[in-house]
C-alpha cells in the first residue's frame, strides 16, 4: 500500500510522475489485474490511481485525501481533450436534509479543492494501453461556486419539497441530480409531495460535460 501523501506538493509529484503512462503500466507495476473493459468495472480506474497515491478514504463519506481537503477526480477525455462522460461528486441526501445548506453540505466539501486526472477514454483504445494525462490542482472561482451553489440549492429545494421524482437530468447549468443505482431494486427512502414516505432510487450529483470541458480548457488550453 502507499501510504497517504503528507503534503500537496508530494501528493502532485506523485500525479505528475504517473503522466505519460498507460494504465496497464501502473497495474502491472502495482500487480493489479487489468480488465479487458470497464464495463463491469467503471470504478476501476479511480481504485488504481487511488491505491497508487495514497488515497485513504474508502467509501467514507469525506475527502479522497481528507487530511489534505482534497478529493480525487478522474476525468475520461477523447482525443481532442474533451471529457467523454459526467463526473459523479457524491450521493444526494432524499431525508434528514433540515439545517443543510451549501456551506456544510458534502457536494462544496467535495468541490473545494480537487485533483483532476485525465484519462484517454476513447473504446477503441484497449483499457491497458490507455495514457493518463497531466494532472491539475483545481479550486473553484467565485464564478463557478456561484453557478455550483445555485443549481445546489435549486435542487435541494425540489427534494425538500417532495419533487425528487419530478427532477430531471437537464435541469442545472454546472449540477445535475440524477438516479445512481445498480439495479432498479436499489431504492432508498425519501418524501413525497404531502411528506408522505416514498421509496425510490437513490441519487447523486453530477456536474455536467461542459462544466468540466471549461475546467480543462482554462488549465490546459486558455492558461492566464
Not at 98 to 125: C, F, M, T, Y
Not at 146 to 160: C, G, I, K, P, S
Amino acid at each position: 500500500m502507499t501510504p497517504p501523501p503528507a503534503s500537496e506538493q508530494i501528493l502532485m509529484e506523485r500525479a505528475l510522475a504517473l503522466a505519460g503512462l498507460t494504465l496497464g503500466e501502473v497495474s502491472e507495476t502495482l500487480s493489479i489485474p487489468c480488465p479487458a473493459s470497464l464495463t463491469r468495472e467503471k470504478g476501476w480506474i479511480g481504485m488504481l490511481l487511488e491505491t497508487c497515491l495514497g488515497a485513504n478514504a474508502g467509501s467514507k463519506p469525506e475527502q479522497d485525501f481528507a487530511h489534505l481537503g482534497i478529493e480525487l477526480k478522474t476525468i475520461p477525455v477523447n482525443r481532442e481533450g474533451k471529457p467523454l462522460e459526467t463526473t459523479f461528486v457524491c450521493v444526494a441526501p432524499l431525508t434528514g436534509i433540515a439545517g443543510i445548506r451549501w456551506e456544510n453540505s458534502h457536494v462544496r466539501q467535495k468541490l473545494s479543492r480537487v485533483l483532476w486526472v485525465p484519462v484517454e477514454g476513447e473504446r477503441d483504445i484497449p483499457v491497458s494501453q490507455r495514457c493518463i494525462g497531466t494532472p491539475l490542482l483545481w479550486s473553484p472561482s467565485q464564478e463557478e461556486e456561484a453557478q455550483l451553489r445555485a443549481d445546489w440549492e435549486e435542487l435541494m429545494d425540489w427534494v425538500a419539497l417532495g419533487r425528487v421524482t419530478e427532477i430531471t437530468a437537464r435541469q442545472g447549468e454546472s449540477l445535475q441530480l440524477r438516479p445512481k443505482a445498480a439495479n432498479g431494486k436499489a431504492l432508498t427512502d425519501a418524501f413525497g409531495p404531502s411528506g408522505e414516505p416514498i421509496r425510490t432510487l437513490p441519487r447523486g450529483f453530477y456536474l455536467r460535460n461542459q462544466f468540466t470541458h471549461q475546467i480543462l480548457r482554462r488549465y490546459f488550453v486558455d492558461p492566464k
